[in-house]
Structure formats: structure tokens, C-alpha cells
């Protein structure tokens, strides 16, 4: 998305719900929502090569529901779609097949991780990365009492693009209101920020981006 574009839905988002923004995060405890782009913070937690995606799913799990601030009830993960449609994914898989052919990955529990480098220049990798790791979550029994009283959004990261979901530590339920077709992590984001000052009765709202 374009600085200009972003800059324009962050107008229209602080006219619709009233809101300003600061830089730094106050320590009080308010009622908060974390709104993250999914792969920039996968990108960050990254993984080693030799590294197994079971134990990656988990040690992401853990740090997105632990690296936040306090009084965090709402967390939202919000994934860009990468299909075989999509510009962004024809754009990149052209920069890349200009040096070497793109090698698509299995994620799957039984498989380990190569190199992130060469993993993270294919879209259909991270496609793969954000459709496992959403599908685990959901099935996860072990997720569920580690939530405690947060509830975890996943939207954009399903084989069912329009897909988004709230996991509690009773259930999984979709939710309508945040299905989109957006291809775009930044443009869910702020459709995420929307619903969870509308809807949720946040105090404030932190986007990890």
C-alpha cells in the first residue's frame, strides 16, 4: 500500500471513531486491542533452518499472546492473501524468478524449516506459513486454556481468503464482520481497528506494523 493511500484511511479512521494517536504506549492498564500485521511480525520472530514448524507455530503463539502491553484483552493477527491472483504475488514472484526458480515448501507438522531468506521470497511459502499456522491455532486444544481471557482475531490467513475467526478459551466462532477480500495486511488493519472500537469497547489500540 502507498504512504499516501495508508495516510488516508488513517484520516478516515480517526474521523469515523474520534480517536487520536500518539507514538509511545501509555503503562496504565486500559482496556487495549493489538492489531498486528501478521507477516512483518513473522518476519521478525522468523525461524532457523532445521527448525520444525510445530515448534515454530508454538513459539509464535507464545509471543504473540505474551509481547504485549498490560491490560491487552483483544488481540487482532492480520494476514495479506497471497493467491495466485493476487498483483502483490505477481509482482514479487517476478523480482524473484529473475535471479533463481522459486521453490514452494510444505508446512506441515512433520516438515523442518529451510533457509528464511529463500522461504520468505516465495508467496505461496508464506501463503502456506499464515494457512498452517491459523489452521493450528483453531485446532489446537492446547491454545485454548493459554488464552485465558484474551480474544484472538485471525483474519485473511485461511485457504477460504474471506475467513476470519475469534478464538476464546471456550471456542471458535467466525466472524462476519470482518470478512473481506482485501489482499492487503494493512487495509485489514484498519478494518480490525474499526471493529474493535465499534464493537469491543477498547480504551485504545496498539498496531504492530
Same mark, same amino acid.
Given at each position: 500500500?502507498?504512504? +499516501?493511500?495508508?495516510?488516508?484511511?488513517?484520516?478516515?479512521?480517526?474521523?469515523?471513531?474520534?480517536?487520536?494517536?500518539?507514538?509511545?504506549?501509555?503503562?496504565?492498564?486500559?482496556?487495549?486491542?493489538?492489531?498486528?500485521?501478521?507477516?512483518?511480525?513473522?518476519?521478525?520472530?522468523?525461524?532457523?533452518? /532445521?527448525?520444525?514448524?510445530?515448534?515454530?507455530?508454538?513459539?509464535?503463539?507464545?509471543?504473540?499472546?505474551?509481547?504485549?502491553?498490560? /491490560?491487552?484483552?483483544?488481540?487482532?493477527?492480520?494476514?495479506?492473501?497471497?493467491?495466485?491472483? #493476487?498483483?502483490?504475488?505477481?509482482?514479487?514472484?517476478?523480482?524473484?524468478?529473475?535471479?533463481?526458480?522459486?521453490?514452494?515448501?510444505?508446512? #506441515?507438522?512433520?516438515?523442518?524449516?529451510?533457509?528464511?531468506?529463500?522461504?520468505?521470497?516465495?508467496?505461496?511459502?508464506?501463503?502456506?506459513?499464515?494457512?498452517?499456522?491459523?489452521?493450528?491455532?483453531?485446532?489446537? *486444544?492446547?491454545?485454548?486454556?493459554?488464552?485465558?481471557? @484474551?480474544? %484472538?482475531?485471525?483474519? /485473511?490467513?485461511?485457504?477460504? *481468503? @474471506?475467513?476470519?475467526?475469534?478464538?476464546?478459551?471456550? #471456542?471458535?466462532?467466525?466472524?462476519?464482520?470482518?470478512?473481506?477480500?482485501?489482499? *492487503?495486511?494493512?487495509?485489514?488493519?484498519? %478494518?480490525?481497528?474499526?471493529? #474493535?472500537?465499534?464493537? *469491543? +469497547?477498547?480504551?485504545?489500540?496498539?498496531?504492530?506494523?
Amino acid at each position: 500500500m502507498s504512504t +499516501g493511500t495508508k495516510a488516508s484511511l488513517v484520516n478516515i479512521l480517526k474521523e469515523k471513531t474520534k480517536v487520536s494517536s500518539i507514538p509511545d504506549l501509555p503503562k496504565d492498564c486500559l482496556k487495549t486491542a493489538v492489531v498486528v500485521d501478521a507477516m512483518s511480525a513473522i518476519r521478525h520472530w522468523s525461524f532457523h533452518r /532445521g527448525e520444525g514448524f510445530g515448534v515454530i507455530t508454538e513459539r509464535y503463539r507464545h509471543l504473540l499472546l505474551n509481547d504485549v502491553p498490560p /491490560g491487552t484483552d483483544i488481540i487482532h493477527f492480520c494476514c495479506d492473501i497471497y493467491s495466485t491472483t #493476487s498483483l502483490k504475488s505477481a509482482e514479487q514472484e517476478q523480482r524473484y524468478a529473475r535471479s533463481k526458480p522459486a521453490n514452494v515448501y510444505e508446512v #506441515s507438522e512433520q516438515y523442518t524449516a529451510l533457509d528464511p531468506k529463500e522461504f520468505f521470497a516465495v508467496s505461496a511459502n508464506k501463503a502456506n506459513l499464515l494457512s498452517f499456522l491459523c489452521d493450528k491455532w483453531c485446532a489446537d *486444544e492446547q491454545l485454548e486454556p493459554g488464552l485465558g481471557p @484474551t480474544h %484472538l482475531y485471525l483474519g /485473511g490467513g485461511f485457504k477460504e *481468503e @474471506t475467513k476470519s475467526v475469534v478464538l476464546t478459551a471456550w #471456542s471458535v466462532m467466525d466472524v462476519p464482520a470482518l470478512e473481506s477480500t482485501q489482499h *492487503e495486511a494493512d487495509t485489514r488493519i484498519f %478494518l480490525h481497528t474499526l471493529y #474493535s472500537v465499534q464493537n *469491543e +469497547g477498547v480504551d485504545r489500540v496498539a498496531v504492530c506494523q
